[in-house]
């Protein structure tokens, strides 16, 4: 399995609150995403990175924003976290585009 | 733009084939398939890229047609363990979109003993 950690794996917050998943990486693989995953809508494209400081938005990434400042790490925040926010969130990598995305175990994040 | 999956679920006895088909509106440069077992992560099973090129992993194979936007997966012979949520990542033919992927609602795969 490729070597990727989420943390954390569950987190309950507050409304308003700042939140920062982090996504990690052992395999120095350039590509990195963040994705979502709500009942009904599979899973969407946050944001991405093609490397180092390299990133954009993805198909919803409002609310959301990332860095990566290292290869293997690729943080995603949410600057104040809403109830719609709730959701399963997934980190991916890949060697390069049209390579196979791997998936980290995901984030269960609960926004009350 | 999000590619349309059918059916939206099925159930199969052990040993019974399926299909499940991703449809899109644009046109396709490539195709990934993904299974995902509840609770657990999305797990790549293959790429097809446009060409009409057609895959194989185990029992489970897919073919791509780019004139129909189209691509199908064929699970034969089902086993158990093909149980899960299918789901079909689609990249348009269009520069700039840096290998990104748009997945579909997905296929729930129910097989029973």
């Known amino acids: 399995d490729a070597g990727i950690t989420q943390s954390p794996r569950h987190k309950v917050t507050e409304t308003g609150t700042p939140v920062t998943l982090r996504c990690h990486q052992t395999?120095?693989?350039?590509?990195m995403y963040w994705y979502r995953q709500d009942p009904g809508h599979g899973l969407r494209l946050i944001h991405y990175?093609?490397?180092?400081?390299?990133?954009d938005k993805g198909e919803v990434s409002d609310g959301y924003s990332v860095s990566r400042s290292k290869t293997e790490d690729f943080l995603l925040t949410l600057e104040s976290a809403t109830s719609s926010q709730t959701s399963v969130y997934f980190c991916?990598?890949?060697?390069?585009?049209?390579?196979?995305?791997?998936f980290g175990d995901g984030t269960r994040l609960s926004i009350l | 733009q999000q590619p349309v999956q059918s059916p939206q679920a099925v159930i199969l006895r052990e040993g019974e084939d399926a299909v499940i088909n991703c449809s899109s509106s644009?046109?396709?440069?490539?195709v990934h398939w993904y299974r995902q077992k509840h609770g657990e992560a999305p797990v790549f099973l293959m790429i097809?890229?446009?060409?009409?090129e057609q895959k194989g992993h185990e029992k489970i194979s897919a073919s791509f047609n780019e004139k129909k936007q189209q691509s199908s997966l064929y699970l034969t012979a089902s086993q158990l363990s093909y149980s899960g949520t299918y789901f079909c990542?689609?990249?348009?033919?269009?520069?700039?979109?840096?290998?990104?992927?748009?997945f579909g609602k997905g296929t729930k795969l129910s097989v029973k003993p």
């Open positions: 990542g689609t990249e348009m033919s269009y520069g700039g979109s840096q290998g990104n992927l748009i």
């Open positions: 395999e120095n693989h350039r590509y």
């Open positions: 644009k046109a396709l440069y490539s």
């Open positions: 991916a990598i890949s060697e390069s585009n049209n390579q196979p995305q791997h």
């Open positions: 097809l890229l446009k060409g009409g």
């Open positions: 990175s093609y490397g180092v400081k390299d990133t």
